[in-house]
C-alpha cells in the first residue's frame, strides 16, 4: 500500500514557476514508477511527466518538455516537479500516481493516486 500527497501549488504568474512536491509513505514506492498527471476544468485527465524506480529515465509529455522536470529521492520517499515557464494552459488540478509498471503514460496503469493539488497560473 502507498499514499500519496501532493503540496506545492499555488497561484502564479505566466512566466513564473513552482515545484510541487508528491510526499509517499509504503515501502513499494522505492520500487515504483512515479507519475505526474494533470486535469483542467471540462476535460479529461492528461499524462505530464514519469520517473522510473531508480530516479533515472523520464518520459514527458510534448506541453511538458523543455519547461516541467520530474525527479525523486528514494531515501526521502519524495517525487516532484519543477515547473517553469508556466502558462495559463497549465491551469490544472495535479496529481500525483506510483505505478508498477514501466514508465507508463496511460493513467489506467497506475496503482495509487493523490488527491491533487491545484495549480493555476493568470496571464
Known amino acids: 500500500q502507498v499514499q500519496l500527497i501532493e503540496s506545492g501549488g499555488g497561484l502564479v504568474q505566466a512566466g513564473g514557476s513552482l515545484r510541487l512536491l508528491c510526499a509517499a509513505s509504503g515501502r513499494a514506492f522505492s520500487s515504483m514508477s512515479m507519475g505526474w498527471f494533470r486535469q483542467a476544468p471540462g476535460k479529461e485527465r492528461e499524462f505530464v511527466a514519469v520517473?522510473?524506480?531508480?530516479?533515472?529515465?523520464?518520459d514527458y509529455a510534448d506541453s511538458a518538455k523543455g519547461r516541467f522536470t520530474i525527479a525523486r529521492d528514494n531515501a526521502k520517499n519524495m517525487m516532484w516537479l519543477q515547473m517553469n515557464s508556466l502558462k495559463a494552459d497549465d491551469t490544472a488540478v495535479y496529481y500525483c500516481a506510483a505505478s508498477y509498471g514501466l514508465r507508463p503514460r496511460n493513467s489506467n496503469a497506475y496503482d495509487y493516486w493523490g488527491r491533487g493539488t491545484q495549480v493555476t497560473v493568470s496571464s
Open positions: 520517473i522510473n524506480w531508480s530516479g533515472g529515465p523520464t
